[in-house]
């Protein structure tokens, strides 16, 4: 019963930080085609989140970081061709 009542704190830990760092990553400017041109934070933000897992190979963050930033790259193109 303990075990299963850590994997609820760990899953809900993790879900408010998908939640909180997918957040953060809305706010920072990126040139997608010729929309606002000249910035480049969220691909600096990804190559932060590269070079830390090069280092510490493993970590459930950056893994999660990662696949944040995917999605966020995602979702602006795919918002980028239906504007």
Request: aromatic letters at 8%; zero cysteines; a neutral charge.
């Amino acid at each position: 019963m303990e075990l299963g009542n850590n994997n609820i704190i760990i899953d809900s830990e993790e879900e408010f930080f998908r939640k909180s760092y997918a957040l953060e990553l809305q706010k920072k400017k990126q040139q997608i085609n010729d929309y606002q041109r000249g910035f480049n934070e969220l691909e600096e933000e990804r190559r932060q989140v590269n070079q830390q897992a090069i280092r510490t190979p493993g970590r459930r963050g950056e893994v999660i970081k990662k696949e944040e930033i995917e999605k966020e790259f995602t979702r602006r193109y795919k918002e980028q061709s239906i504007n």
